[in-house]
């Protein structure tokens, strides 16, 4: 029997060579990545663990995002510790508070391959599935574990079969497309299971748009979500990571999958989705959640604060002025995301429509700062999670969109479909 | 089992789907002890939980359990207010894996929660894999715990097991 990405991935990273699903494999790990949770929860595990030097100082990524820069004294200390562990441990590779998320930063530091076996101590982890790596989200005791040893173990994921061809209509994105998906699989559809994304669609992605895709496979509980290598990879790689080889890996053509999803966007157009409060599987054509009043909307996270995202809400707001009931928080994916759209004048053209933009953080999407909701308030976003009080009081409500569907909703005040402007 | 064989407690019965935010919201993250956080614990869906749970006390739940963060927090906070035991219909993965690693017993029992209602006193006895409703005298069967978890808990959780492999 032939094997899935996950199996072949797995497969490779353990001493056998070979992984099947069911089994549970002892792994080495390619790359960990490590945010805050590195200051608050890992460093008092390896103090535990009785620790003395990581594994393989080039091998840890540790980002200081989800508190950029310290909201609080709390967060302070934590970066503190994250600064002076890195130092301590020569860690090669570091971002401070200075760079942008975690699941976007990596990439662009060229620290993921094809092929490759990532994990984060962050649950968005399955974004490197874009890639064509197997990513996957632990938390602190593993992630201490790995710091000392470099290897963990995983029970191999059986896979579902996720196929997608046709093209995207105007105004329709690839948030849309994983809103769809997951809403058709349920909260725990791809709980302990590799969701594995083919199709013409996915092959001729961005780079951005897959990531998308891969971050929010988690929210149907996916263990990874990985995608064959395609010419925006092998581009990307190129650009970010020139040293590095390629070596893709492919499933094999008689692989087995427990599951298979298709879509047809050419004969069954995709329309903007939008989830509804309180659950990301909640998704509905957004005509169905057009007219919902709001007071905030948020374009911004992992998941949707990437180039492609600035470029078409500036391209839809156009310096029209944003509904004066309403506000409106960018907050670019990293760094390197905000100067390009400075250098193509999104910022400014966003910023004349009355947008917020804020450096790059995690801030508003896990209710931490720079944007957190007040009691009864109600957020139109471009994140991937609406669990109850996920962006601030329990009594607030997110509705999860599009940067497209957030950029045509700010202009009216109310939800509304990009498309019907 | 060692201190895992059986304990009694009261249910503290939840629905589906109950995601880490849930659990502990992102915004009680950055506290650094364990103690100062645990006051936070499952204040959306039980404000009352915090302040009126009581050592090995158990938490019933539907389907789900633990979804969304990977947060260790989440099976912290609770392991730090003394909850003996989460029982379930499933576990999102990552919570599962968590609940162990940090020496919290999470248990599968299908049809847990039409059987068992809020504050019902609970006898759960690992070694059988059962949960009995004391107050309706209904016995469950649940899975059982697979063997690699099974070495995790029966270390100590993950650290533990870490250290004794160690030497």
Redesign the interface.
């Known amino acids: 029997m032939g094997a899935t990405l996950a199996e072949k991935i797995l497969g490779s990273h353990t001493e056998k060579g070979k992984a099947t699903a069911g089994e549970i494999v002892e792994t080495s790990v390619d790359l960990l990545m490590v945010h805050e949770v590195l200051g608050s929860r890992i460093l008092p595990v390896l103090d535990e663990m009785g620790f003395d030097k990581v594994w393989d100082p080039d091998r840890i990524l540790v980002v200081n995002d989800h508190w950029a820069p310290a909201s609080d004294v709390n967060s302070s200390e934590i970066h503190r510790r994250n600064r002076q562990f890195v130092k301590e441990q020569n860690i090669t590779h570091f971002c401070d508070v200075d760079c942008g998320i975690c699941h976007q930063v990596l990439p662009e530091m060229g620290l993921v391959s094809p092929g490759d076996l990532i994990v984060g101590s962050d649950s968005h982890s399955t974004t490197y599935g874009a890639f064509n790596a197997f990513s996957t989200g632990l938390a602190a005791t593993d992630s201490a574990l790995i710091i000392s040893t470099g290897s963990i173990w995983f029970r191999v994921p059986e896979s579902i079969y996720v196929k997608i061809d046709g093209k995207f209509a105007e105004y329709v994105m690839s948030k849309d497309l994983i809103l769809k998906i997951i809403a058709d699989l349920g909260p725990d559809g791809a709980n302990y299971q590799s969701l594995e994304f083919h199709g013409s669609t996915i092959d001729s992605m961005l780079v951005g748009e897959r990531m998308t895709v891969c971050n929010m496979a988690v929210e149907a509980g996916a263990k990874s979500a990985p995608m064959n290598c395609n010419k925006h990879v092998e581009k990307w790689m190129k650009e970010h990571a020139p040293s590095r080889s390629l070596s893709p890996v492919e499933p094999d053509p008689d692989a087995e999958y427990v599951e298979t999803f298709e879509y047809n966007l050419d004969k069954d157009p995709l329309e903007p989705m939008v989830a509804v409060p309180d659950n990301p599987t909640n998704g509905v054509p957004a005509s169905e959640a057009a007219g919902t009043k709001f007071d905030q909307a948020f374009i911004g996270s992992c998941t949707n604060g990437r180039i492609q995202d600035l470029e078409i809400a500036a391209k839809i707001l156009g310096g029209q002025k944003i509904h004066k009931d309403i506000r409106l928080i960018i907050t670019p994916a990293s760094k390197t995301t905000y100067m390009q759209a400075l250098e193509r004048g999104h910022i400014k053209t966003l910023m004349q429509s009355g947008a917020i933009i804020t450096n790059s953080t995690c801030g508003a999407c896990v209710g931490g700062h720079l944007g957190v909701l007040g009691a009864g308030e109600v957020c139109v976003s471009s994140t991937n999670r609406n669990f109850p009080g996920r962006m601030g009081h329990r009594d607030s409500k997110v509705y999860l969109a599009s940067p497209a569907t957030v950029a045509a909703s700010a202009l009216r005040g109310e939800i509304t479909d990009p498309r019907r402007l | 089992m060692g201190a895992f064989e059986k304990i009694v407690g009261r249910a503290w019965v939840l629905g589906d ?1 109950i ?1 880490t ?2 659990i502990i ?3 009680y ?4 002890s364990y103690e100062e956080m645990a006051k936070h614990a499952l ?3 039980r404000p009352d939980f915090a302040s009126g749970v009581k050592k090995n006390d158990v938490i019933v739940a539907g ?2 359990f633990g ?7 989440a099976p912290q906070v609770l392991k730090e207010l003394g909850v003996g035991c989460i029982v379930a219909e ?1 576990f ?3 919570f599962y ?2 609940g162990f ?2 020496g919290l017993p999470l248990m599968l029992v299908p049809g847990v929660s039409s059987n068992v209602e809020d504050g019902n006193l609970l006898t759960i006895d690992f070694t059988k894999g059962t949960l009995t409703n004391n107050d309706s005298g209904k016995m469950l069967q649940g899975e059982p715990l697979p063997s ?1 978890m099974r070495e995790i808990l029966e270390s100590g ?3 533990s097991r ?2 004794k492999l160690k030497k």
Not at chain 2, 29 to 32: D, E
């Open positions: 789907n995601d935010d849930q919201q992102g915004r993250l950055t506290l650094l204040k959306i869906p389907r789900n979804s969304g963060s990977s947060r260790e927090e499933s999102s993965r990552i894996r968590n690693n940090v690699f959780g993950a650290v870490y250290k």
